[in-house]
């Protein structure tokens, strides 16, 4: 494995997870990778490292380009394993090197590997010269750890933001003019409805901090890296972390006999009849984390299941407990579902989506199966409800 240029003496010398499918229970289906980047200067600087299981293939590119052992800084803007899981390999390699942190990163590091590393540990607006460049840090707490930080070089114009801006997906190609910008947005906005979506307050933050500097070029720790379509990412962000919804509808439900599922297509002739961009949702078949994508722009969260044990579909449940702790703001929401006696799934439903903050619509219930005039009425009453 070669280390590839990104810049006269910056390389990327990460790894590349083609095979990986799931990501703490995010789901990959293009794999993800983890981007480390060697600086060649007077002071030898990596910034960032992979998971343990790709060490060989992360020090098969650094050795194409130096021996690792020169490696004079390892900058740490994360503690999360996908990122410091090399570490203690390589503090074996370079004893000498010290570990460039936040005050939270360094109390983490230690919690995580129990070691007695060396650390340099920076602040906000702090500078380290690694010769004929420097190094600034951006503390950037919660996105995605206490611990996170960006790091900026000013001489080269690269922005090394970690997870921000980041995509699971995994590319023989480097930069966001080699790939379909399309998919890339795609997979940043799954990676920022799964991963980044509670801490919108903090993105808010971290991007008026960075607001100033001249960007050339991002250089995120998963996926590709933005050089020409960096204004489209940082509105992308802004417009996801001010919670900016769309004309657009989630419908996810799942169902015994199909009564349930019949009330999600009545409520989803509804959405089509305002003209909503509307997406139906089987959760037998659908992951949650492909759902919560769609969820990060829907104005519309509507959430159907058929009551079973005196409860709600596990399947359901699971979907709702995803979606409270990702809690996306500014939402309408629908419960509804097909009952036969006890009726408490559609309470249960409508209770979880409430405890989100959501602004709820009456909930719709039909004892069994819904006929054709139920649904007709169904549809015609949302109607009148929807923005
Ligand atoms: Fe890619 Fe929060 O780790």
């Known amino acids: 494995a070669q280390a590839v240029k990104i810049k006269e003496g910056v390389h990327w010398v990460g790894a590349l997870d083609w095979t990986l499918r799931d990501f703490h229970g995010y789901t990959t289906e293009r794999g993800s990778s983890y981007n480390a980047y060697l600086i060649i200067d007077e002071k030898i600087t990596l910034i960032d490292s992979v998971k343990h299981y790709c060490i060989d293939e992360m020090l098969d590119r650094i050795k194409s380009v130096i021996d690792p052992s020169k490696i004079d800084y390892l900058v740490c803007n994360h503690v999360e394993m996908d990122h410091s899981g090399?570490?203690?390999?390589?503090?074996?390699?370079?004893?000498?090197?010290?570990?460039?942190?936040?005050?939270?990163?360094?109390?983490?590091?230690?919690?995580?590997?129990?070691?007695?590393?060396?650390?340099?540990?920076?602040?906000?607006?702090?500078?380290?010269?690694?010769?004929r460049r420097s190094l600034k840090f951006v503390l950037t707490p919660m996105v995605h750890w206490p611990d996170n930080m960006v790091t900026y070089c000013p001489e080269d114009k690269i922005l090394y933001s970690n997870d921000a801006f980041g995509q699971h997906l995994s590319s023989s190609q480097r930069f966001d003019d080699e790939f379909a910008l399309d998919i890339i947005i795609e997979e940043a906005k799954k990676y920022y409805a799964n991963i980044v979506l509670p801490y919108g307050n903090q993105v808010k933050k971290a991007l008026e901090d960075l607001s100033g500097i001249d960007i050339g070029i991002i250089a995120p720790s998963h996926g590709i890296i933005w050089r020409s379509s960096i204004s489209v990412i940082l509105d992308q962000y802004k417009k996801w972390s001010a919670n900016q919804t769309e004309k657009e509808a989630v419908i996810a439900f799942d169902s015994m006999w199909g009564s349930t599922e019949k009330i999600a297509g009545a409520v989803a002739r509804a959405f089509e009849e305002k003209g909503y961009i509307y997406k139906l949702y089987d959760l037998k078949s659908s992951h949650i984390s492909d759902i919560i994508t769609d969820v990060l722009t829907a104005k519309y969260i509507c959430v159907g299941s058929p009551t079973l044990n005196s409860s709600l579909l596990p399947t359901v449940a699971g979907f709702l407990a995803y979606l409270k702790g990702l809690a996306p703001k500014n939402r309408h929401a629908l419960a509804f579902g097909s009952y036969g006696w006890g009726g408490q799934s559609i309470i249960a439903v409508e209770t979880w989506l409430h405890d989100c903050g959501f602004v709820m619509l009456p909930n719709i219930s039909v004892k069994f199966i819904p006929d054709h005039e139920q649904l007709l009425a169904i549809t015609k009453n949302l109607v009148k409800q929807i923005d």
């Open 86 to 131: 090399a570490l203690p390999k390589l503090k074996e390699l370079a004893p000498n090197a010290e570990i460039i942190c936040s005050p939270n990163g360094e109390k983490n590091l230690t919690a995580h590997y129990k070691q007695n590393w060396k650390f340099k540990v920076v602040k906000s607006g702090d500078s380290v010269s690694i010769g």
